[in-house]
């Protein structure tokens, strides 16, 4: 018998290894109930936010809505402001930038109270904020603890489970934000006879109470709008389906006892731009409920997938550091990169994960928490910061072949042109428009409160963006749409810039280069100067964009003949310092923080094109040392740039251990500016707080190190890290519209297929040689 079950074993071994590997699985995986809020996983569709904790006795599951705000609208504007420009030029020109500061912080910034200074819950600014927790009690016998516990997410099909044993017996919950009826909808289910008896309830830290109407369990409240009177209302209601047992109510709770399953269904809804968001929500829990459960999932995961399966990737292997805890796999890629070459896999697909559950035509872009938040103050307001953040969002979605993605952030700039056009009259009396570093869903376009961080106009760089979607869909009839809006980007930048005196250059002032600072030569510190190379990078690639633009469209317009004339007025986009660092600044001032986190004067290598190892090698040269000088160290988007900045500069083994430094385990949530930079247990992005531009930016990176096309070509393997030896790509997207396909071994391509429309010509890069291919 003995030798029987030993030869069965044998064939049954040699039969499992002749079947194909499986694919890596794309999971996140946890063996005991989040013990934070940073362990639970994030369900979304665009929309509606749930993460659940999957505690035993009691589960927890935080709601989010994206459009869930407090404050309103408001005039931050200074319309005084440009009275002043002028005397802050001078002294810029004069070279006293300390004064020409303070004069920006009296005269130059917002008037009342701006964003809050990141704390603007109760201001006008507002602030994104949970929507609810909801709370469900299970009456296990107490004491008891699972034989088996598990807790996944399961990024091919959008959905989490929690299951483990108790007794004997299995539970099982299954949770989904629906892509196909807008709900959350979450099952609880057992292999034994019946279900304990569950307690369903509701709550909010404030602005909230808790009601039943029918069977319905509805969280209803009205936020602060920061002026004293009241803001955007919201609500959320649940609904239940049972199998077998029955529903009481009680008090503000739903009871349920005897039931073999639970069904339950969350809709969420706010009164921004809908007043009607209560029927709104009865009609989708209706609609929701008349749906099976097998069917809501089939269509939930068939929408989720239209958009997710569109890309597959894979690198190397994972050596079964797939089917480990999420928290392990972490700590074992950090300690040794080159044994779980699919990690960087599963991140890239998590980052377009997370794009796809956050944002959604038609509506907002992910803010810095994506649409997830557990407090009423999230860390900076939780809104959109354009000095690095809400840009980095977007950048992994074009060549992630997720472009209507991108849809909901350009249209929030198209509305910016619009308020950014008060902003340009207030602050220099110009035509044309300009929004500065930070912005709510209420269209806020002012300065901030602090020129130190508040004094960088960001209507430029987003621009960028405006472009890229262009670049990448080839679509001339938005590229005529958006003309205007790049064209009066541009004509703010053209009226209000200044010609500083050494080379005669047109440069931007005030401004600053974000968030770093200089020591001058009275050894008093300061930000503000004139033409930060930032500033001079994005202007001339908006300038070029607008006469490229142009050209495409046929539009004709004397402006382009200012801007022709303008474009060689200014200062050229790197200038190399004496110590052969790109330089930040005009003057070679000393930096306050050599080791900065924002390393903005490389704007040029990524996202613009400038900077390039193979047409301009001597400013690739100079962005590598200031690379090399500013660290690897950092929070977790500016590691995450670097990734990028070492897959421009085609360095695949430093992209990857900036790689390996972003996914560093941490688990401190508390604000860190510098060094505490890396990722927690649910892959979210640790800047210190949880932000999730390092999350995107993280996915861009590992695209760029895999396919390139900003320099005119599309680059196969740009940046191939040595232990990625092998792999395969399918379906990214190059720009000029193109899909690409490919596989490598050896670290050298062995296929490639570009599909794009017939008859174009394609110029590749390949295993270091060019090649043209007609499509
Ligand atoms: C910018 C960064 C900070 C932080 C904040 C939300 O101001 O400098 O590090 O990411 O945005």
Known sequence: MRIFILALLTVLCVACQQKPAPADRLQLLFHHPAQAWEETIPLGNGRIGMMPDGGIHQENI????????????????????????????????????????????????????????????????????????????????????????????????????????????????????????????????????????????????????????????????????????????????????????????????????????????????????ENNYTDGNRRLLDKALATGFEEQKNKHIHSYQSLFSRVSVKIGKSNDRDTLSTPARLSGFFNDPARDPAMAVLYYQYGRYLSISSTRPGLLPPNLQGLWAHRIQTPWNGDYHLNINAQMNHWALEAGNLSELHKPFIEMIKTLAESGKETARAYYNAPGWVVYMLTNIWGYSSPGEQASWGASTASGWLCNHLWEHYQFTQDTAYLKEIYPVLQEAARFYQHTMIREPEHGWLVTAPSVSPENAFIMANGKRANVVMGPTIDNQIVRELYNNVLEA??????????????????????????????????????????????????????????????????????????????????????????????????????????????????????????????????????????????????????????????????????????????????????????????????????????????????????????????????
């Not at 200074?117 to 469900?136: I, M, R, S």
């Not at 209302?233 to 049972?242: P, Q």
């Not at 990734?643 to 430093?654: M, S, T, V």
């Open 62 to 273: 935080v709601l989010n809505d994206i459009t869930l705000w407090s404050g309103g609208p408001q005039q931050a504007d200074n319309p005084e402001a440009y009275k002043s420009v002028g005397q802050i030029q001078s002294l810029l020109l004069e070279g006293k930038n300390d004064e020409a500061e303070m004069l920006v912080n009296k005269n130059f910034v917002c008037i009342g109270r701006g964003s809050g200074f990141g704390n603007g819950a109760n201001d006008p600014y507002g602030c994104f904020q949970l929507l609810g927790n909801l709370t469900v009690d299970f009456k296990f016998p107490s004491g008891l603890q699972p034989d088996q516990y598990e807790r996944s997410l399961d990024l091919e099909t959008a959905t989490a489970k929690t299951v483990f044993s108790l007794d004997g017996v299995q539970y099982t919950r299954t949770y989904f934000t629906s892509f196909g009826d807008d709900v959350g909808v979450i099952k609880y289910s057992t292999d034994g006879d019946l279900l304990p008896e569950l307690k369903i309830s509701m709550n909010r830290p404030e602005h909230a109470t808790i009601h039943t109407e029918g069977d319905e369990l509805i969280l209803t409240g009205q936020l602060p709008d920061g002026t004293g009177e009241n803001g955007m209302k919201f609500e959320s209601r649940v609904k239940v389906k049972l199998s077998g047992g029955k529903l009481n109510i009680i008090g503000n709770e739903l009871v349920i006892s005897g039931a073999k399953e639970v069904l339950m269904y969350v809709a969420t809804g706010t009164d921004f731009r």
């Open 550 to 775: 142009a050209r495409i469209t046929g539009i004709k317009d004397s402006f382009q003949d200012t801007l022709r004339q303008h474009i060689n007025q200014l200062p050229p986009p790197v200038v190399v310092g004496e110590d052969g660092r790109v330089m930040e600044w005009l003057k070679p001032y000393e930096e306050a923080e050599p080791r900065h986190r924002h390393i903005s004067h490389l704007y040029g290598l990524y996202p613009a094109p400038f900077i390039s190892p193979v047409t301009t090698p001597e400013w690739a040269a100079a962005a590598k040392k200031t690379l090399e000088m500013r660290g690897d160290e950092g929070t977790g988007w500016s590691k995450a740039w670097k990734i990028l900045f070492w897959a421009r500069l085609q360095d695949g083994n430093h992209a990857l251990e900036l790689f390996r430094q972003l996914l560093k385990p941490v688990a401190d949530t508390s604000i860190n500016m510098s060094g505490g930079g890396g990722t927690y247990p649910n892959l979210f992005c640790a800047h210190p707080p949880f932000q999730i531009d390092g999350n995107f930016g993280g996915a861009a990176g590992i695209g760029e190190m895999l396919l390139q096309s900003h320099a005119g070509f599309i680059h196969l393997l740009p940046a191939l890290p040595d232990s990625w030896g092998e792999g395969e790509v399918k379906g990214m997207k190059a720009r000029g519209n193109y899909t690409v396909d490919f596989t490598w071994k050896d670290g050298k391509v062995t296929d490639y297929k570009i599909t794009g429309k017939a008859g174009q010509k394609v110029k590749l890069l390949v295993n270091g040689k060019p090649e043209e291919k007609q499509l």
